[in-house]
């Protein structure tokens, strides 16, 4: 399940990024100096995986203060977001 | 669907009912919702989690927000300095975050029905810094700048973001000011003359039409100043 939902993640940050190319892997950079997305992109990126937390039955909550924060941003990375969904997803159970 | 904060009194009652004549689907928010006959949810927008609440339910009933309308406001008539620290609190929670929380939340539920209308509510007050109303007209201010910066954030969203800013309107705001303060108001207006809330109703219907689809970001002033 967690491996589905880690594709389908990447699959979404690709989508927001509107690079047919980018190539999505755990490191990818969401925001920062490397980022793939920009603000717009990122809160289509946030919106999108909403829809998809409901349809897991949860609710994914991406504007607290964790979420935001400079340094433990859970967007650093496509793997921290994954993980942080994957979190979220497990506590809501 | 357009939701009305501060439904169940003055302006924003007033809007409610425009809307629903004009068969708009309306989802009226307010603190009291006992008096109101048309669908409303109980919700004090100074509480971002009150909303969320409600926006999780339209989410869960897949509703498609067309505008929001932030018109819940309160207001004291007094002097900063004699204005205690909980009624300041009180404005400033309710008619600056109130807006702000609203625009932030019920936003994405716009987003994801490819854009719609943000109207909020400012006051004649903050162009002409009325004496006695400092702390209104700070709150006020916010709202205008918040509108500004705002509509730039979500306009890639197809969200247009603009302010209504009234002179004195006959609600129950203006039970603190008396006629002579109401017609010194007025008498530095543009247009020197008393709106109504039917003036403020056309206003709304036009941000929430299709054709003013080109303004956003602005300021509007009733009667000018």
Known sequence: MSENIKKEIFKKIKIASENKTLKVNENTQLIGNQAVLDSNSLVSLCVDLEDYAMKLNFEFDWSSDKAMSKSFSIFRTAKSLTKEFIKQKNKSK | MIIVTGASKGLGRAICERLLEKKFEVLGLSRNVKEIPFSSYSCDVSSY???????????????????????????????????????????????????????????????????????NFSTIAVPLGLKGESIYSASKAGVENFTRSFAKEVSHFNINVNCIAPGPIK????????????????????IVKQFAPTDICNLVEILLDQRSNSLSGQILRVGGV
């Open chain 2, 49 to 119: 989690e009150q909303i969320k609440k409600i926006v999780n339910k339209l989410k869960s009933k897949k509703k498609k927000i067309a505008g929001l309308i932030n018109a819940a406001g309160i207001a004291s008539m007094n002097l900063a300095l004699t204005t205690p620290a909980n009624i300041s609190q009180n404005i400033i929670n309710t008619n600056l975050l109130g807006t702000i929380y609203s625009c932030q939340l019920f936003s994405p539920l716009m987003i994801r029905n490819k854009g719609g209308s943000v109207i």
């Open chain 2, 171 to 190: 609600t129950n705001l203006l039970k603190g000011l008396t006629q002579v303060q109401i017609k010194s108001i007025i008498s530095k207006q543009i």
